[in-house]
């Protein structure tokens, strides 16, 4: 008896020996926020809240960089499209693999100390593929979204879920496939199904519970400001329309957003209207569907948004990451830059969503100038003639870098790439596919693929290519292009050394000089890079990892 | 300070092993008593109603025969009540591993079990033991509460029979996972590492240290490396009372995790 207790003295004491040292090593908010103090870790989806996707390390330089050399590769063992960022804390990486894992791995080796595993509702309903874009972290918990549209919290150091909440309804259409914020006490997630008629949501939980604390909706109900651009049927109408069309009105999240802590703002990106396609029967401007929205973080109160896409009927998402730039060209004015899907590249006032800049990046036709108040006008096609960009977008959600040593904004572009749109009625029915229509590729032949290739690329430039832009973040001005045959759904890195980072649908993983473009170093992976690539160091070793493929390949320098 | 608590730790840890109890008699050679009682418990709350308490409520059927219409092995049983049987009115049944184990070591043991035998633990007051006079939390976890360097508890009565969690509550060493076996390792520069084995290939290994880190170690950084098969965890034979071990195994059981 008397080992007994002094048994458990000891084990009391090592209890509280232990528990203090672990504050050390949790991912407080304070270390979320001066995420740019720590260039060894990678604690956010896009690198820090600006959602730069830049890191401070330099030890890859232009001048080295062609001794890289593989270090490890973990290999997914579910077939898929990843579209994973891992994050890196300490010389530990979390990352997700499909459909609802999340994967614990030593950051210099790739050996796995656990694996969550998540089974998602079979009976889920999900718009374009079983994807998720990652996790996020504060203390020793992991947070993810899940398929069938939960959040759930998992122990760091073990795997094991601490709480699992519904988000929503997934037999509604309902998903999550973002990497949560976190941001203080908070998870903040969005949710997908924009082409099954969902009404979207941006909404924050209790990281220590699992509670919801607010919600916005992307689609305003009655009353609610905003609530008029679902504007009343005409009469008479020719066409089909829908008196209730904001309840199933789109609007989803489905990348992370971003922000601002003097502000205390938080910046999301929201999706399509619903139906995608079939404007008559939703009249009006539709808000806030192709908007960014700037929501009071502790209450969850819009504080103001923009329109990039008003009545949208080209399926144009705004879901890009928003990119936060300080002293947006040496105005003094903070500002969010933002390259839409819709062919723009725009800068707003972040604090009041004031309009300050809006000029195309690639051939746009769907519209040809912004008035005073940065609404753009439109210039709808006749039918059957091709609109720029196409449906998949002069950019979509694949993450833009903004390096602060350059001042230039970097995005993957799709050029020379057109659709023709034929909408149609559709009624709303619960889980059914709700785009109205759909669009067709615009190529020289009939058949012309959309944004599936085989690996054999047989249309080569003819219908559409990708590239690498990097923009003047100031101005827009263009200021080098790299150009690549196939299209693009990869993320852009950029390091404190002037390196960019990026891959392409062809498999090749690419660095190239960010003040200039050039090429620097390159090598195939065999697979498509649909990524975000980061950087982070362990010891004195700066890393670079990209997913291709169903393969995360990380690499070092040469020693 | 913290190489007396080890030593004596060790040394409390390996008295308890030594005077352990023998296990409990199994009832059929296979199926643990407490499954069994387990099984009793599911069955009088979810298909008494239809089965009744002798089994036989159900014309052509007669759970206490031992024989089944349409199962024969243990995998076959708990398939069938996953899946229900709908044109027989009967539905699926979503059980957890725990809790089928019951169920079919209670239905392969109907005939000859008394329920009214069942002497059932109480969850809230296991929980007290395992915070408290079990010390439990010093070694495991259960959701936010308690310590990483042991297996988390967090769902152990969703995936752990009941016969299996009270064997590890009298006897440690019979249960523990060789995944999970306390190793040491000396590197070459000649610090110790001490922990968890989490998982293991040719050329690293990876823990969780005594300070609840997880660490990935290169053999080829090692100069010598222990593997135990003796359970670090002492067994509670002696040191718990019968009441209090059935408490704590129905605390147990009650993690079904989140």
Redesign the interface.
């Known amino acids: 008896m008397a080992g007994t207790r002094t048994l458990v003295g000891c084990g009391t004491a090592a209890l509280i020996a232990l528990l203090s040292i672990q504050v050390h090593g949790q991912v407080t908010s304070q270390r979320l926020t001066a995420a740019n103090t720590e260039p060894q870790n990678w604690l956010t989806y896009s690198g820090n809240y600006s959602s730069h996707r830049f890191s401070p390390l330099d030890q890859i330089t232009p001048a080295n960089v062609k001794n890289l050399e593989l270090q490890w590769v973990y290999q997914a063992p579910v077939a898929g499209n990843w579209q994973t960022t891992p994050l890196v804390v300490d010389g530990m990486m979390y990352l997700t693999q499909r459909p609802n894992d999340i994967v614990a791995l030593d950051a210099v080796t790739g050996r796995a100390f656990w694996i969550y595993r998540y089974t998602p509702n079979p009976d889920r309903i999900v718009c374009c593929g079983a994807n998720n874009r990652g996790v996020a972290i504060l203390g020793d918990t992991l947070f993810m979204g899940t398929l069938d549209a939960h959040l759930v919290a998992v122990d760091a150091k073990s795997g094991r879920q601490i709480w699992k909440t519904e988000v929503a309804t997934t037999t509604a259409g309902y998903s999550i496939t973002h990497a949560p914020l976190v941001v203080k006490d908070k998870v903040i997630v969005g949710v997908g199904g924009g082409e099954y008629g969902i009404r979207g949501f941006v909404a924050a939980y209790s990281a220590e519970t699992g509670k919801e604390l607010w919600r916005f909706y992307t689609i305003p109900g009655p009353g609610e400001k905003g609530h008029e651009t679902w504007e009343a049927c005409p009469q008479k109408s020719d066409s089909f329309c829908d008196p209730d069309a904001w309840k199933h009105g789109g609007g989803s999240i489905w990348m992370t957003g971003s922000y601002d802590p003097k502000l205390n703002l938080t910046y999301w990106g929201v999706g399509n209207v619903g139906p995608d396609y079939a404007g008559a029967q939703r009249p009006g401007d539709n808000l806030y569907t192709d908007s960014v929205v700037a929501l009071d973080v502790d209450k969850g109160t819009l504080r103001w948004h923009y329109q990039f896409t008003p009545h949208d009927v080209y399926d144009y998402d705004s879901v890009q990451v928003p990119v936060l730039v300080d002293n947006w060209g040496r105005t003094g004015i903070d500002a969010l830059v933002w390259a839409n899907r819709n062919g723009n590249y725009y800068a707003l006032d972040r604090a009041t969503g004031k309009f300050l800049l809006g000029r195309p990046f690639v051939k746009v036709n769907w519209m040809s100038e912004f008035d005073e108040r940065g609404r753009p006008i439109q210039t709808p096609q006749p039918p059957g003639q091709p609109t720029y960009p196409g449906n998949q977008g002069g950019t979509n959600w694949y993450s833009p870098s903004f390096s602060p040593r350059t001042n230039l904004f970097y995005l993957s572009a799709w050029e020379d790439y057109a659709s023709i749109y034929g909408p149609s009625p559709v009624e709303y029915r619960q889980g059914i596919n709700f785009t109205g229509g759909g669009p067709r590729p615009y190529g020289p032949v009939p058949g012309a693929p959309s944004f599936q290739r085989a690996p054999i690329n047989t249309w080569t430039e003819s219908a559409g290519h990708g590239a690498v832009i990097a923009l003047d973040v100031a101005n827009g001005d263009q200021k080098w292009k790299f150009n690549m045959t196939d299209v693009t759904d990869s993320g852009i890195l950029t390091t404190a050394s002037n390196l960019l980072f990026a891959g392409g649908r062809e498999g090749y993983f690419q660095a190239l000089d960010a003040r200039t473009g050039t090429l620097l170093w390159k090598t195939n992976l065999g697979g498509p890079i649909n990524s975000g690539p980061m950087s982070f160091r362990v010891g004195n070793k700066q890393y670079v990892a990209t997913v291709s493929g169903l393969s995360l390949f990380v690499f070092a320098l040469r020693e | ?2 190489i007396v ?2 030593v ?2 060790a ?2 840890t390996i ?2 092993v030594s005077a352990q109890a023998p296990t409990q008699p199994l009832h059929d050679a296979q199926y643990p008593d407490v499954d069994i009682a387990l099984g009793a418990k599911l069955y009088a709350a979810r298909c008494i109603t239809c089965h009744g308490a002798q089994g036989d409520a159900i014309g052509g059927v007669n759970l206490r025969s031992g024989k089944f219409r349409k199962v024969v092995t243990d995998r076959d049983i708990a398939t069938f009540v996953r899946a229900g049987s709908p044109a027989a009115g009967m539905p699926p049944f979503a059980l957890d591993d725990t809790d089928m184990a019951g169920i079919i070591a209670y239905l392969r043991n109907m005939n000859t079990f008394d329920a009214a035998t069942v002497k059932g633990g109480d969850p809230s007051r296991g929980r007290a033991v395992f915070e408290g ?1 079990g ?1 439990c ?3 495991h ?1 259960v ?2 509460t308690g ?3 042991a ?2 508890l ?2 152990i009565g969703a995936i752990r029979s009941a016969g299996s969690i009270q064997r590890s509550l009298l006897d440690p060493n019979s249960q523990m996972m060789p995944i999970n076996r306390p190793v040491r390792l000396v590197m070459k520069d000649g610090t110790i590492v001490n922990g968890r084995r ?2 293991e ?1 040719t ?2 290994v ?1 823990v ?1 240290d ?5 660490r ?1 170690i ?1 053999k080829s950084e090692v100069r010598d490396y222990t593997i135990s098969k003796s359970s670090p965890m ?1 067994s509670y034979a002696k ?1 718990l009372t019968s009441d209090e071990l059935a408490d704590l195994l129905g605390y147990l059981l009650s993690l079904k ?2």
């Open positions: 300070m913290r608590c080890g004596v730790m040394a409390a008295a308890l006079k010390a939390v010093t070694c976890r959701g936010r310590s990483h360097v297996p988390d967090t769902d989490l998982n290939d050329y690293s990876q969780i005594e300070k609840e880190r997880l990935s290169l002492p040191t995790g989140q």
